[in-house]
């Protein structure tokens, strides 16, 4: 049947099966908007404050269902305010596909008015990125664009699609996802084999090597990536590492790959990692890191990390093995498969000598219970009692997102949504709006500074319209805490340019976009507001009081061993 290229992309939409879409029109895209009308009881469309609130909010969707996001913005700056939103999914391997579309093509680089080559700009940051001029091959990138981000390592595809595109006409046959393979030029990509669209297989012998290291292992420590999360192996990794009784810990982008709970785990690894699983990495005899591309907030120190140990890097990107350390034994593949192909195969350990070391050592930092002021873990306490189990959890980036991290038990895969590669201020309020739009029955609660909310408050009218009750709550130390604690510790107290001694008043903002709040100083008064945000069935501001000096703890300095610690 024939349709012009907006009605084109909407059904190939509905082909993938999405049913949420985040964005902001304007101008160019016009035509996608007018043809989405008429899809409003099909597609369901969240109008955003910002274009940036709208690529972490199809991020978030992505994050916490394992499925595309999508988001749709105009041409020129509508398009370049989704570029830090592309560069934090990229950073993080999520599957977002970003469409826009661009001036016609008479207009094509002549500096029409809101034309800028975002094509180019986003090349670097996408997995592919694609510039629509023929609507004959619209249908087939918008199927080949879905394929690249969910395949392989995940990540954001970008289609860019000239606005006259949009308008003409061509022939369109509707395909069921299972055929895609067979068809067009999607299928041709497909049949070869690329590695944007399948995982590599795992070498047996590979896997047979690594078995043989763990029988000859003494102290092995097993390393919990975002690749375990992302491929959704939290059932096959927990069978593994009880299997062979080795103590755990994880990255960032790994809270919520193995419960946050079991008795094995040990926390968090690197610049804020426990005494627990810093040590155990010093000390081990074999690492196996499952997803783990080794940034520099985890190995700190490249010539001294694991120095004890033979280091095994399991990854579904060969570009990753031996990028920053270097490896003792590699094996290529998606994170579950390795795990099935180990748990058919692998033998029972126990360590018990190896562990009691490890957990001589504290897992968690110790603050004072009964501190009449506020301080981190009383107030990430407060939430875990109240808040149902299963909540979801997400946060913008600096000591909040540390304290949440250290405190919080993460026991799933994407219950956790924070900004791990990208640090991106001003994540967290939109990734809470996508994970509640795509979540209806699971609690939301947003973590987030006083720094980083002043950066996406804006979304709180998009909290209220679409009566999305998120729970925000702010760990407000008057400071870009992070930064400032650098500056205590490494720039002798020169505090140039962080103090937030100014406002809004936070809960009169949380008025002001219809919603409720409340300020709270103590304990006792931070259990009422969570009482009370539980009650209001509305989106929640709580304004938590906090030291400006307060620290997150542990912390190595950059460079530094992973044991010298700064601050324990």
């Not at 664009?145 to 606005?163: E, H, T």
Request: charged fraction near 25%; glycine fraction near 8%.
């Amino acid at each position: 049947m024939e349709m012009n290229g907006a009605k084109i992309l909407i059904e190939c939409l509905l082909e993938q099966d999405v049913d949420t879409i985040f964005g902001y029109p304007g101008g160019t895209i016009l035509n996608v908007y007018d043809e989405l009308y008429h899809y409003k009881d099909r597609i369901k469309h969240i109008l955003t404050a910002h274009e940036q609130g709208a690529s972490h909010a199809a991020d978030g969707y992505a994050r916490s269902t394992n499925k595309v996001g999508v988001c749709f913005a105009t041409s020129g700056p509508g398009s370049t305010n989704l570029v830090t939103g592309i560069a934090t999914a990229h950073m993080d391997s999520s599957p977002v596909v970003f469409i826009t579309c661009n001036v016609s093509e008479e207009l094509l680089g002549k500096d029409s008015f809101q034309e800028v080559d975002i094509v180019g700009i986003t090349m670097p940051i996408t997995k592919c990125s694609y510039l629509v001029r023929d609507v004959d091959s619209l249908a087939d990138i918008v199927r080949e664009a879905f394929a690249i981000a969910r395949g392989g390592r995940p990540g954001p595809v970008f289609i860019d699609i000239m606005k006259n595109v949009t308008a003409e006409t061509a022939e369109y046959e509707p395909l069921e996802r299972e055929v895609h393979s067979s068809k067009g030029r999607l299928g041709a990509l497909i049949r070869r084999a690329s590695h944007d669209l399948k995982a590599p297989q795992p070498d047996h012998g590979d896997v047979n090597q690594l078995i043989e290291m763990i029988a000859k292992a003494e102290k092995p420590l097993v390393l919990c990536g975002g690749g375990v999360v992302r491929s959704r192996a939290q059932e096959e990794f927990k069978a593994f590492v009880e299997t062979i009784d080795a103590p755990v810990a994880f990255t960032v982008m790994g809270a919520g790959g193995i419960e946050g709970r079991n008795p094995l785990v040990t926390g968090m690894i690197g610049m804020h990692g426990t005494q627990a699983s810093n040590t155990a990495c010093d000390r081990c005899d074999l690492l196996i890191a499952f997803g783990c591309r080794f940034s520099d907030r985890v190995f700190l120190r490249k010539d001294t990390f694991a120095r004890n140990a033979k280091i095994v890097q399991i990854d579904i990107d060969r570009a990753e093995i031996n990028k920053n350390v270097f490896t003792d034994h590699h094996i290529v593949g998606d994170a579950k498969q390795v795990l099935s192909m180990l748990n058919e195969k692998v033998g029972e350990k126990k360590h018990n000598e190896w562990k009691d070391e490890v957990f001589s050592y504290r897992t968690e930092t110790v603050y004072d219970e009964n501190s009449e002021v506020l301080n981190p873990k009383q107030i990430l306490k407060a939430l875990a009692k109240t808040m149902p189990d299963d909540s979801i959890v997400a946060t913008d980036v600096g000591q909040h997102q540390m304290w949440a991290i250290q405190h919080f038990r993460f026991d799933y895969p994407g219950q956790l949504l924070t900004s791990g590669g990208f640090g991106t201020m001003g994540f967290g309020l939109g990734a809470a709006i996508g994970a509640k739009a795509a979540n209806p029955d699971k609690q939301v609660i947003h973590i987030t500074g006083d720094g980083c909310f002043r950066m996406n408050c804006h979304e709180l009218c998009t909290e209220m319209h679409y009566d999305l009750p998120i729970i925000t709550c702010i760990f407000n130390n008057q400071t870009l805490g992070m930064v400032r604690q650098w500056q205590t510790l490494i720039y002798e107290e020169r505090y140039s340019e962080t103090d937030l001694d100014r406002g809004p008043d936070f809960v009169k903002l949380a008025e002001a976009y219809g919603l409720k709040g409340k300020r709270v100083t103590t304990v006792e008064e931070l259990n009422v507001a969570l009482s009370e945000a539980l009650e209001a069935k509305t989106g929640y501001v709580i304004d938590c009081v906090i030291n400006t000096d307060e620290l997150v703890r542990p912390m190595v300095r950059a460079g530094a061993h992973i044991t010298n610690f700064l601050i324990d």
